[in-house]
């Protein structure tokens, strides 16, 4: 089984290459950037309280995400395995999503993170709120915001990966197929 997180700050191309990872490979896509959009969607009660932490670029409590990631690990208990797409954001939910693996006799096989700089995030976010319509995309402010967020309360999430002796960084800026091949050569180690 492969399970797979993609890391890295708001922007890195996380979505982006979790839609080519999941294309070439039989895996079940995590993202809880996703599942919260959808439950603002639905216009649940997650939902309306998910909206105004995200409108403002702060991090949803980890007990809603880690409730969202446990129901979704019992509906593909038998997957060939997962990418984590936008979680773990916190050294809290990466305890709980070994966990909640470990009751699968499951754990992580690594963390892929994508290295980008704050320049070249904040013009990517930029440049998808022109068309995305997400509220978060929307101005400078709240994508520094964003990227504040992930410095403070995401960053040691590698460290806790670093530690295991999971963690594999990968240059995020250039072509999207040439860092994609650059994640398949990191799933081929791996899964030797
Ligand atoms: P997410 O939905 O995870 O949003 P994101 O980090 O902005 O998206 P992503 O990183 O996937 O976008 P991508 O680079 O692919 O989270 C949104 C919010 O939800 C968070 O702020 C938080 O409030 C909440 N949330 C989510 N998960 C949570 C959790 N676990 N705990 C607590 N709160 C949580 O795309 C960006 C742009 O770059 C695109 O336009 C793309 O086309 C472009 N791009 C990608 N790769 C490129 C490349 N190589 N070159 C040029 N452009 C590229």
């Given amino acids: 089984m492969l399970n ?12 982006t290459q979790s ?10 896509h995590l993202s809880t950037g996703d599942l919260l959009r959808s439950e603002i969607q639905a216009g649940s009660e997650l939902g309306l309280r998910a909206k105004t932490l995200m409108d403002q670029g702060i991090l949803v409590p980890d ?3 880690i409730g969202m990631i ?24 990466s305890e709980a999503l070994d966990e909640l693996l470990a009751r699968y006799d499951e754990s992580i096989t690594v963390m892929i993170a994508l290295v980008v700089d704050d320049q070249e995030l904040s ?11 997400r509220p978060d995309d929307q101005n400078e402010e709240l994508i520094n915001k ?20 999971k963690f594999v960084a990968i240059d ?4 999207i197929d040439f860092i994609f091949e650059e994640i398949t050569k990191t799933i081929a180690r791996v899964s030797q």
């Fill in 123 to 133: 013009a990517r976010l930029l440049n998808r709120g022109k068309t995305s319509g």
């Fill in 172 to 175: 995020g800026i250039g072509e």
């Fill in 70 to 93: 446990e129901n979704k690990l019992k509906d593909h208990h038998d997957a060939a395995g997962f990418i984590f797409d936008g979680f773990p954001r916190t050294v809290k939910q």
């Fill in 146 to 165: 964003r990227i504040q967020e992930y410095n403070n309360k995401t960053r040691p999430v590698a460290d806790y990966y670093q530690q295991q002796g």
């Fill in 63 to 65: 007990e809603v995400v």
């Fill in 19 to 28: 839609e080519k990872i999941i294309a070439k490979y039989n895996l079940i």
């Fill in 4 to 15: 797979l997180v993609l890391f890295g700050p708001p922007g890195a191309g996380k979505g």
